[in-house]
C-alpha cells in the first residue's frame, strides 16, 4: 500500500505541476492565437508534458497497482493521467473508493452468511 501511495503521489504532484504550467500559459496562448484553438494546443502540451514527466522520472501507475511487464503501456498511461491533472487523480481515488467499499460489502456478505450458516441448525440422522 506504501508503494501505491507514493507512486500516486509522486504522479499527482507532477500532474498537479502540469496544471499549474497550463494555468500560466493558458492567458499568453489567448492572446497569441486567439480561444478557439487555445483548448487544443493546452491539450497536446499537456499531454506532452505528461509524457515526458512520465518517462523522464520513471513515473509508473499500473505498476503500482500491480500491473507487470508493460512498461511502455504503463508510461503512456501514466502521461495520460499526469496530463489531466488533478482531475485524472480524482478519477483514479473515486475508483479506489468505489472498490474499497465493495469489497467491503462483499466481505459483511460474506460474514452474514457464514452467521447465519453457524446459527443453523443440524439435523440429525437416523
Do not use: C, H, W
Amino acid at each position: 500500500m506504501d508503494r501505491l501511495v507514493l507512486a500516486l503521489g509522486l504522479a499527482f504532484a507532477a500532474g498537479f505541476a502540469v496544471q499549474q504550467a497550463l494555468e500560466l500559459l493558458d492567458p499568453v496562448l489567448a492572446r497569441l492565437i486567439g480561444d478557439a484553438d487555445k483548448k487544443v494546443v493546452l491539450g497536446l502540451v499537456s499531454l506532452a508534458l505528461g509524457l515526458i514527466l512520465s518517462f523522464a522520472a520513471g513515473l509508473r501507475v499500473l505498476q503500482a497497482l500491480g500491473v507487470s511487464n508493460v512498461d511502455f503501456i504503463d508510461g503512456v498511461v501514466t502521461g495520460l493521467i499526469i496530463s489531466a491533472g488533478t482531475e485524472g487523480f480524482n478519477s483514479i481515488m473515486k475508483f479506489l473508493g468505489y472498490a474499497k467499499e465493495e469489497k467491503k460489502g462483499d466481505a459483511a456478505v460474506k460474514k452474514q452468511a457464514a452467521a447465519t450458516a453457524g446459527a443453523l441448525p443440524l439435523v440429525e440422522r437416523r
